[in-house]
Structures are given as C-alpha cells and as structure tokens.
C-alpha cells in the first residue's frame, strides 16, 4: 500500500525533474525565463530541499508535507502565467526580462522574454500550464500520501 515511503520519492522526484526540464528548455533549446517562470522554480526548489530533509530530518511526514504544499505553491503560479499567456487575465507586472543578462559588448542582442507569451506548447499547453498540471496533481499525491497511516 503507498504511504509515506512514496511520498517522500515523489517530493524529490517531482521537482527535480520539473526543474531538469526547465534548465533542459533554456539552456538545451533557448527557451528562456521570464520573470513568472522563475517564480515558478523558487517553490520547486525549496519543494526539493524538503522533500530531500524528508530523508534526514523528523518527523518525515511534516517534511514531505511541507515539500508538497510547495510543488502546490509553484503549480498555482503556474497556473496564474498560464492564463496570462492565454490572455484570459493581465499579469501583476510589465513582466519582460532580457534573456541571459545584459550582454555588455551589444546590449540589444540578447533577447526579450515577455510573460504574456509562451515560446513553446505541447497539445495548446504552455510550459507554464504544464508546471500547473503536474506539479498541482503531483504536489495533491504528496499531501495524500504522506497523511496516509502506515498499516502494520
């Protein structure tokens, strides 16, 4: 029966590969972040620290917890740019950002990355809407199993 044992993979599982991915995108494929996309990776990553504490530090299910309500965390930002790229609501900032830092021998050669557009989809899905998807369901997983009592 799944309990905490699989929790606790998943809470650093989930954001490692989701993180993977993201790195993968900018550095593999040119896909830059925008500001909201680096939102998103902040929760990953303490989402990975404690799903890693999870291993070493007790009580192992408040850990867990804790590293699935913060893949939740980056799954609702997710959401939110998702929708600000499908234009169905205005995002909190200007939200451009040069891409890559300011190359400093010719400033207008790096690029613009703007919030309100997604660079790639997968069947009408951005990668924001992707995070929105996996980390939601996989950050809910977490909290379900890790509340699940051991059976003896």
């Not at 972040?33 to 998103?40: F, K, L, T, V, Y």
């Not at 980056?74 to 790229?85: D, K, N």
């Not at 690029?111 to 809910?140: E, K, M, T």
Request: charged letters at 10%; a neutral charge; aromatic letters at 12%.
């Amino acid at each position: 029966m799944a309990g905490l044992k699989e929790a606790r993979l998943l809470a650093v599982a989930i954001p490692a590969a989701l993180l993977g991915g993201a790195y993968v995108s900018q550095y593999g494929f040119g896909l830059y972040p925008c500001e909201m996309c680096w939102w998103q990776r902040y929760p990953h990553f303490a989402g990975l620290a404690l799903g890693l504490a999870s291993f070493i530090a007790a009580p192992p299910r408040v850990w867990s917890a804790l590293a699935g309500l913060a893949i939740i965390t980056s799954g609702l930002i997710g959401g939110f740019h998702a929708g600000v790229e499908y234009g169905w609501w205005q995002g909190i900032t200007g939200c451009a950002k040069v891409a890559g830092g300011l190359d400093v021998l010719d400033p207008s050669a790096a690029p613009l990355v703007r919030c309100d557009q997604a660079p790639w989809s997968l069947f009408g899905i951005s990668l924001a809407g992707w995070n929105f998807l996996f980390s939601s369901i996989g950050g809910i997983a977490i909290l379900v199993l890790s509340a699940k009592k051991e059976q003896a």
